[in-house]
C-alpha cells in the first residue's frame, strides 16, 4: 500500500493512504465473504429484535409436544419441556452476543493501549510489556477465561471480563508490530522533523496508520470470543436458567443427546456457524488489505 506525505504550511501533516480498502472493496467479488456476511447479519438481527425472527416465547413451554424433532413447526425441534429451540437459539443472541462484543472491546482497546506505549516507548519499556504479553500468550486463552471468571463469580457480565482479559495479549502483539513499522515511515520523521510534537505525532499519525491490522484481528477474535462465552456458559458460568445463550443450550441437551440430537447439534451448528464466518471476514479483510 502506498503512501504520500503533504507537509503543509505551519508543520502540519498529513497522511494520503492512496488504495485504501473498506470493508466493502474487500468483500466484493467473493462469494464466500458474501455469504459469511449475511451469516452475520442474520445473527445480529436475532440480537437486535428477536421477537422479529420468532414470535414464542423463549421461557414458555408445552408438555404435551416435549422433545419434538425439527418439522414446519418446530424448525430446531423442543427441549424436555416443550420449549421451542429455535426460539431460545435466536434469543440467546442477544446475551451471547453482547458478551462476544464486550470481551472484544475490552481486548482491542486495552490491547492497542499496551502495544502502543511498548512499540513507542521502545528500551526497558518495551522489554518488560513484551515479556509479560508472551507469559500471557503461553497460556490458552480459554485456561486463562476459566481461571479469572472462578476469581470474579458467575454471571455473562463476568465471562465477558475474562474473556476480554485473556484476548488483550493478542491485540497488544499486533498493535506493537505495527507501531514499530510505522514509526520508521518517512511520514513520521517528515513530522518530527517539521516540529510536530512526538505525542502529536503518535496518535494522529502512528496510531492512525497502525490501526487496520488490529481492526481485521478484532473480526478474527470475534469468533474465537464467540466460542469462549459459550464455552463458559456450557461450564456454567454465564447467565441463570432458564436465561437462554448459546453454550447453555447445548448444556441442556446433552442429557438427550443419544434419542434428542437437536437440542445439541443444532444450537452448535449456529456457533460453528458464526465463528466461522467472523474468521473469514476478518481474514478476508486484512488479506485484501495488504494487497
Do not use: C
Not at 45 to 74: I, M, Q, T
Not at 87 to 100: D, P
Not at 232 to 253: D, H, K, R, V
Amino acid at each position: 500500500m502506498s503512501e504520500s506525505v503533504v507537509v503543509e504550511r505551519g508543520g502540519v501533516l498529513r497522511v494520503a493512504v492512496p488504495g485504501g480498502v473498506g470493508v466493502l472493496k474487500a468483500l466484493r467479488g467473493n462469494v464466500f465473504a458474501g455469504v459469511a456476511g449475511v451469516v452475520l447479519l442474520v445473527v445480529l438481527g436475532w440480537a437486535v429484535v428477536p421477537g422479529v425472527f420468532s414470535g414464542r416465547d423463549p421461557l414458555v413451554g408445552v408438555p404435551a409436544e416435549k422433545l419434538r424433532g425439527p418439522g414446519a413447526e418446530h424448525w430446531f425441534g423442543t427441549d424436555n419441556l416443550g420449549r421451542d429451540v429455535y426460539t431460545r437459539v435466536v434469543h440467546a443472541a442477544e446475551l451471547s452476543l453482547t458478551a462476544t462484543v464486550f470481551a472484544v472491546l475490552i481486548g482491542l482497546v486495552f490491547g492497542t493501549l499496551i502495544g502502543l506505549v511498548a512499540g513507542a516507548a521502545g528500551g526497558g519499556v518495551d522489554a518488560v510489556i513484551m515479556r509479560i504479553v508472551d507469559v500471557l500468550l503461553s497460556i490458552p486463552e480459554l485456561l486463562t477465561s476459566l481461571a479469572l471468571v472462578t476469581v470474579l463469580g458467575f454471571g455473562t457480565r463476568n465471562v465477558a471480563i475474562a474473556v476480554g482479559v485473556a484476548l488483550v495479549a493478542r491485540f497488544a502483539r499486533v498493535m506493537r508490530t505495527e507501531v514499530l513499522r510505522v514509526r520508521r515511515a518517512q511520514y513520521v520523521e517528515a513530522a518530527l522533523a517539521s516540529g510536530v510534537r512526538w505525542p502529536v505525532v503518535l496518535v494522529r499519525h502512528v496510531l492512525r496508520n497502525a490501526y487496520a491490522p488490529v481492526a481485521a484481528l478484532a473480526a478474527v477474535e470475534f469468533g474465537v470470543a464467540v466460542l469462549a462465552v459459550s464455552s463458559l456458559s456450557f461450564l456454567g458460568y454465564g447467565a441463570t436458567p432458564p436465561t437462554p445463550e448459546w453454550g447453555s443450550l447445548i448444556s441442556e441437551g446433552r442429557n438427550y443427546l443419544a434419542t434428542s440430537w437437536w437440542m445439541t447439534t443444532l444450537p452448535g451448528l449456529v456457533i460453528v456457524a458464526v465463528v466461522l464466518s467472523a474468521q473469514h471476514l476478518g481474514r478476508t479483510i486484512a488479506r485484501d488489505g495488504d494487497r
